[in-house]
């Protein structure tokens, strides 16, 4: 099976939301909890953006909360906040005074009223009137149910049958975000899922359009849907066929390098990172391909996605690669570098083909696939 590394996880782009910078309206969780004891403990956390950084070749994303607290007093309580758009949050109760005894809930806030009533359990608790938050039980169980049997293969099947398995796994988790997408296309998860199937690889940008089109008014100028329009318009523009983007970036030696410069020239833009495992892995391929194709017009530019402090571990995985041939450039910003958000890099490793007029022919080549499309166009 095939191996990157994402920009996000899965579950962020379904269950965190954007940092806000949209005009805020009060939100107001009201809870009835008939059958709690007086002055039980509520905790509320509302998700606040996130940190991200690389910890053992792998982009960890931390999330953020911002907490308050009240009590039930005659069996309810309440919360008031600014946000502004759906939200995502964490509701805790603590039934009982031993504080390691608690019940955790995860649930979505938006401008407005929101209701939760429970007569028993935070597990049991429904929302009436909120189709955000039906909705979001309709997406936690489905990838609850993906975890679990992802787990369950991991554990169970030998490793010859494992990769058959996730592969099914993962074409029916596929086929429920489009079935969602599809049959409830106003849903503000029907958003994240489009951007979920958008970002891998799985529908195409005109695709996505079509799906973005029929999502109604309720959500359209939410910033999660703003990105997603400018993620998707974006793609368009990198279809094969259009014009690269131009850029300009830095050297290993601090030299300006222009896109453009390779104009007249099959140029393959790379992009990728020291501390990427499978980007390296793809090392002696690139090293192939340059080699067999240099003397017909070919060469490659890779642009590095490491990050401030690390030059050095940078300029020694292109020694240790033996990639130093051809030229090499970085803003040394991770994936949030003008250039990798310019040609809206999903992962990495991730390379687009660039034919001598400057036009996207071809994208993601990796393994035997790019020395058979430079030995077609060359």
């Not at 909890?33 to 950084?53: C, E, I, M, Q, S």
């Not at 429970?118 to 975890?147: M, W």
């Not at 099914?168 to 994240?192: C, G, N």
């Amino acid at each position: 099976m095939s191996i990157v590394f994402k920009r996000s996880l899965l579950a962020l782009s379904m269950l965190s939301p954007l940092i806000m910078h949209a005009q805020t309206k009060e939100y107001r969780l009201k809870g009835e909890f008939k059958n709690a004891k007086p002055h039980t403990k509520v905790y509320l956390g509302v998700d606040a953006g996130f940190d991200r950084k690389v910890e053992n070749g792998q982009e960890v994303i931390q999330l953020k909360a911002v907490w308050d607290s009240t009590e039930i007093n005659n069996g309810s309580f309440v919360f008031k906040g600014k946000i502004g758009e759906p939200t995502n949050a964490t509701l805790i109760i603590y039934p009982e005074a031993d504080l390691t005894k608690y019940e955790k809930l995860s649930i979505y806030l938006e401008p407005g009223e929101i209701v939760v009533n429970s007569d028993g359990a935070l597990s049991a608790a429904t929302f009436p009137g909120s189709t955000l938050n039906d909705d979001y039980k309709e997406v936690v169980a489905a990838e609850l149910r993906y975890h679990q049997v992802d787990d369950s293969i991991r554990r169970s099947y030998a490793h010859a049958s494992r990769d058959a398995a996730t592969q099914a796994l993962q074409e029916w988790y596929i086929k429920h975000k489009k079935d969602y997408v599809r049959q409830r296309p106003t849903s503000y998860f029907s958003l994240m899922y489009t951007q979920d199937l958008l970002r891998d690889e799985v529908i195409s940008p005109r695709e996505a359009a079509s799906l973005y089109e029929k999502a109604g008014n309720k959500y359209r100028h939410t910033e999660r849907s703003l990105e997603v329009k400018t993620n998707i318009d974006q793609l368009l523009l990198l279809e094969n066929g259009k014009s690269a983007p131009e850029f300009t970036c830095q050297d290993i030696n601090g030299k300006s390098v222009s896109l453009s410069d390779y104009r007249g020239k099959h140029v393959l833009l790379e992009f990728w990172a020291s501390w990427c495992a499978p980007c390296r892995e793809e090392s002696p391929n690139l090293i192939a391909a340059y080699k067999k194709y240099k003397d017909a017009g070919f060469t490659i530019l890779s642009v590095s996605l490491d990050k401030g402090g690390d030059r050095e571990k940078w300029l020694k995985a292109i020694e240790k690669d033996g990639t130093g041939a051809w030229t090499h450039v970085s803003e040394l910003k991770l994936f949030e570098g003008k250039v990798p958000k310019l040609y809206a890099v999903p992962h990495i490793p991730f390379n687009f083909l660039i034919d001598p007029a400057g036009k996207i022919v071809a994208k993601n080549l990796r393994g035997e696939e790019l020395g058979a499309t430079l030995q077609k166009i060359l």
